[in-house]
């Protein structure tokens, strides 16, 4: 997943009263990266921050480049960049991948733990951290392994951690249940998930899939500022699970417990929703994730604002991940989040404000999606993988830049 800064409303940048609304996006191919044959079917994609241009190859005009972290079923990690040249962090034949996460590159780690014989390159200088199919999560600083740490059970999900006071952390959840925050050098605190401690309305909402109940896979984990009955901003983790409930976490100890009627497969912080007259935004000048949007197996979403669910929209197929994009990211403009939404099928879904504005059909099932805040000169983006079968068994996967350009209806207030 990758983490989007949300800049203050109240600063320069930003014209007081000027907000807008989408009536819609053009999406346009912009490339297609090869990725190596040999490296394995993609089965976890992350985006790495873009970095300045002084040294691209080609010294073209291009104001940096994109670097996008792929995971294989191989076990192999690549670093693609988008001028089609690739860094291996982690080669082919150790357990397969299934979790990437990119993260701004922390402050130089030990120096001791850096081989000082090859000089890193610019283009590796974000952070990766990898969750695999034995349970191990690995960080990788500037390109470099710094650590590896291995669990009970496969990780199947990870995020980052959006609590200002954990800075450098993230979220992991596995297949047994286990939710655990961490950074480079170790664990802050771990949780397990108790199915059996549900609610009496959680469990009579869970009845009629009472032969779920037993799963305890965490599908998805989430990071989130919401006020508490005092009006505070606390920090909570919200943790999916098979069983199809939601619970929300303070510091890893359970205090609420959301019962959907279909399994909940993604989460995402942000802000959907608007306050107050007019159904406009009013954001906390220190906080920048006080709500999370949910998407279940039904095809739908869900926002938790406060600790209540909202509706805000239908799809056409069950989805699989979802995103948000902060509408500064666009231009100078107030306003809730754009969802992106990945699905089961070759479906991508673009929302805003409870109203799906574009649709783009890939033609394939993506192997994996993520989003690209800025992609160099071109803005916003969408990165698809395509997995194909070609010749004798060898598989060739591509990822596709899907360029994100909004059409706007102004209005000045």
Same mark, same amino acid.
């Not at 357990?95 to 014989?117: C, K, M, R, W």
């Not at 976490?249 to 989460?267: E, F, Q, Y």
């Not at 095809?299 to 069950?318: I, K, M, S, T, W």
């Given at each position: 997943?990758?983490?989007?800064?949300?800049?203050?409303?109240?600063?320069?940048?930003?014209?007081?009263?000027?907000?807008?609304?989408?009536?819609?996006?053009?999406?346009?191919?912009?490339?297609?990266?090869?990725?190596?044959?040999?490296?394995?079917?993609?089965?976890?994609?992350?985006?790495?921050?873009?970095?300045?241009?002084?040294?691209?190859?080609?010294?073209?005009?291009?104001?940096?480049?994109?670097?996008?972290?792929?995971?294989?079923?191989?076990?192999?990690?690549?670093?693609?960049?988008?001028?089609?040249?690739?860094?291996?962090?982690?080669? &082919?034949?150790?357990?397969?991948?299934?979790?990437?996460?990119?993260?701004?590159?922390?402050?130089?780690?030990?120096?001791?733990?850096?081989?000082?014989?090859?000089?890193?390159?610019?283009?590796?200088?974000?952070?990766?951290?990898?969750?695999?199919?034995?349970?191990?999560?690995?960080?990788?600083?500037?390109?470099?392994?710094?650590?590896?740490?291995?669990?009970?059970?496969?990780?199947?999900?990870?995020?980052?951690?959006?609590?200002?006071?954990?800075?450098?952390?993230?979220?992991?959840?596995?297949?047994?249940?286990?939710?655990?925050?961490?950074?480079?050098?170790?664990?802050?605190?771990?949780?397990?998930?108790?199915?059996?401690?549900?609610?009496?309305?959680?469990?009579?909402?869970?009845?009629?899939?009472?032969?779920?109940?037993?799963?305890?896979?965490?599908?998805?984990?989430?990071?989130?500022?919401?006020?508490?009955?005092?009006?505070?901003?606390?920090?909570?983790?919200?943790?999916?699970?098979?069983?199809?409930?939601?619970?929300?976490?303070?510091?890893?100890?359970?205090?609420?417990?959301?019962?959907?009627?279909?399994?909940?497969?993604?989460?995402?912080?942000?802000?959907?929703?608007?306050?107050?007259?007019?159904?406009?935004?009013?954001?906390?000048?220190?906080?920048?994730?006080?709500?999370?949007?949910?998407?279940?197996?039904?095809?739908?979403?869900?926002?938790?604002?406060?600790?209540?669910?909202?509706?805000?929209?239908?799809?056409?197929? &069950?989805?699989?991940?979802?995103?948000?994009?902060?509408?500064?990211?666009?231009?100078?403009?107030?306003?809730?989040?754009?969802?992106?939404?990945?699905?089961?099928?070759?479906?991508?879904?673009?929302?805003?404000?409870?109203?799906?504005?574009?649709?783009?059909?890939?033609?394939?099932?993506?192997?994996?999606?993520?989003?690209? &805040?800025?992609?160099?000169?071109?803005?916003?983006?969408?990165?698809?993988?395509?997995?194909?079968?070609?010749?004798?068994?060898?598989?060739?996967?591509?990822?596709?830049?899907?360029?994100?350009? &909004?059409?706007?209806?102004?209005?000045?207030?």
């Amino acid at each position: 997943m990758t983490q989007v800064k949300r800049p203050r409303l109240s600063t320069s940048d930003y014209h007081a009263g000027h907000s807008a609304d989408i009536s819609g996006f053009c999406l346009s191919e912009k490339i297609v990266l090869d990725l190596p044959p040999d490296i394995g079917t993609t089965a976890a994609i992350a985006v790495c921050p873009s970095v300045n241009a002084g040294s691209h190859k080609d010294d073209s005009i291009q104001n940096g480049y994109v670097t996008i972290a792929i995971g294989t079923h191989l076990g192999c990690i690549a670093l693609v960049h988008n001028d089609q040249t690739t860094s291996i962090l982690e080669g &082919p034949g150790g357990p397969a991948i299934q979790n990437l996460l990119a993260l701004e590159s922390t402050t130089h780690a030990d120096p001791a733990s850096i081989n000082n014989e090859t000089k890193l390159s610019t283009k590796t200088k974000c952070d990766v951290v990898a969750g695999d199919a034995e349970g191990r999560i690995t960080t990788y600083l500037s390109g470099r392994m710094f650590s590896r740490k291995a669990y009970a059970e496969p990780i199947s999900a990870l995020a980052p951690d959006c609590n200002p006071h954990t800075p450098s952390s993230f979220l992991v959840g596995d297949m047994g249940g286990t939710v655990i925050n961490c950074h480079a050098q170790g664990v802050s605190w771990k949780a397990q998930i108790d199915i059996s401690a549900l609610s009496t309305a959680a469990r009579s909402v869970l009845a009629e899939k009472e032969s779920k109940l037993t799963d305890p896979t965490i599908k998805d984990v989430c990071s989130v500022q919401l006020p508490d009955r005092h009006g505070l901003f606390t920090n909570y983790v919200l943790v999916a699970s098979s069983s199809g409930h939601v619970q929300l976490l303070s510091r890893g100890v359970p205090v609420h417990t959301i019962a959907l009627s279909a399994p909940c497969n993604a989460l995402c912080p942000g802000v959907f929703l608007g306050s107050g007259t007019g159904d406009k935004v009013r954001l906390s000048p220190t906080r920048s994730n006080l709500q999370a949007i949910i998407g279940d197996d039904a095809g739908r979403l869900f926002v938790l604002d406060g600790f209540e669910l909202v509706p805000y929209a239908q799809l056409d197929y &069950p989805i699989t991940r979802v995103f948000s994009l902060p509408l500064s990211v666009f231009g100078s403009y107030d306003g809730p989040d754009v969802v992106i939404c990945a699905t089961r099928s070759d479906s991508i879904y673009i929302l805003y404000q409870k109203k799906i504005v574009a649709t783009h059909v890939t033609g394939f099932w993506p192997a994996a999606v993520n989003i690209i &805040p800025a992609f160099l000169d071109a803005g916003p983006a969408i990165a698809v993988v395509e997995s194909q079968l070609r010749g004798e068994q060898r598989r060739y996967d591509r990822v596709h830049i899907i360029l994100l350009e &909004p059409t706007w209806k102004e209005s000045q207030t």
